[in-house]
C-alpha cells in the first residue's frame, strides 16, 4: 500500500484507463442487447461535470467546460483494474 501512494500518477492513469474501457465494453454490448430494463440500466450514464458555458468578447472566444459520462460497466472496469492494482505493488 505504500508504493501504491507513491506512484499516484501511475495509479491515476490505471484508474482511469480502468473507466474508459469499461465504459467502452458497456457501449459495445449496449449496443448488442435488446432493447428492455437491462440495456437501460447498463448503458444509461451518469453525468458528472457543467455543461460548456461560452464567453465571447469579440477578439476571441473562450469555451469551458467538463463532463464525464460514466456508466454501469464504467464503474465494473475501475473496480477490476483497481483491485488489480493491489496485486501490482
Do not use: C, Q
Not at 482511469?16 to 432493447?35: C, E, H, K, Q, V
Not at 464567453?55 to 456508466?71: P, R, S
Amino acid at each position: 500500500m505504500r508504493r501504491l501512494k507513491e506512484n499516484i500518477p501511475l495509479t491515476m492513469f490505471i484508474l482511469l484507463m480502468g473507466l474508459i474501457l469499461g465504459s467502452f465494453i458497456g457501449d459495445l454490448l449496449g449496443m448488442a442487447l435488446p432493447d428492455g430494463a437491462v440495456k437501460t440500466v447498463m448503458t444509461t450514464p451518469l453525468k458528472i461535470g457543467f455543461h460548456p458555458i461560452s464567453l465571447d468578447l469579440h477578439i476571441f472566444t473562450i469555451v469551458l467546460g467538463f463532463m464525464i459520462k460514466i456508466n454501469l460497466f464504467g464503474f465494473i472496469g475501475v473496480l477490476i483494474l483497481g483491485y488489480s492494482l493491489k496485486w501490482l505493488y
